[in-house]
């Protein structure tokens, strides 16, 4: 996965180090030409990688990008680029996701689009995860989740929803699954059992 990375905690937009990438983009190009054995500013044929590159996706668009159309235009040149799938940020409306593989159709993009899915098992989530990943929660999930008192009621409703999130998703065609478990990896083995 070929990513541009967060800013630091002491910066409010991102600033690359010194000689660095300002965009995904640009680090998806130097590793498509070190995949030809151009290395940087060597000038020499050097032995060629093989690495196979991914790049991320935003279903409901990347919060710097001015909108869906401008951060359409950015993921087309990452594949430009050379990259080869998108795995897409966590969304929890799968018609976010279809929407956003359609979109990427329309503009040329023909890689596969890998859907990026994240269990919702605690309190501090429900809050934490529209705010610091700039999603949205669709209404029936937040209604259900407003009945939870504590992060056992959480983390049942969450696994439910993955379950049906993930089984649409897979009966609908997506190439594979994705999920970010965060260093906590019992709630995708519950979802992961119930739909393989």
């Not at 919702?120 to 008192?149: A, M, R, V």
Request: proline fraction near 5%.
């Amino acid at each position: 996965m070929a990513l541009r990375g967060d800013p630091i905690k002491s910066e409010s937009v991102f600033t690359p180090s010194s000689g660095g990438h300002h965009y995904a983009s640009e680090l998806i190009g130097q590793i498509s030409k070190m995949n030809e054995g151009k290395y940087l500013d060597d000038e020499r044929q050097n032995a060629p990688t093989n690495f196979c590159i991914g790049a991320a996706g935003y279903p409901e668009k990347h919060f710097e990008a001015m909108n869906l159309n401008s951060d359409m235009k950015h993921l087309k040149e990452k594949v430009d680029a050379g990259a080869e799938f998108i795995v897409t940020q966590m969304f929890y409306d799968n018609a976010k996701y279809f929407d956003f593989v359609d979109k990427c159709r329309t503009v040329g993009i023909d890689v596969p689009i890998i859907p990026g899915l994240k269990p919702i098992t605690t309190l501090k989530h429900t809050t934490f995860l529209p705010k610091f990943f700039h999603i949205d929660l669709p209404e029936t999930l937040s209604n259900e989740l407003e009945k939870c008192k504590t992060n056992a009621d959480v983390r049942k409703v969450g696994i439910e929803w993955g379950i049906e999130q993930a089984k649409e998703l897979k009966s609908k065609g997506a190439p594979v699954l994705h999920f970010y478990t965060m260093n906590k990896s019992t709630a995708v083995k519950e979802i992961a059992s119930a739909v393989f």
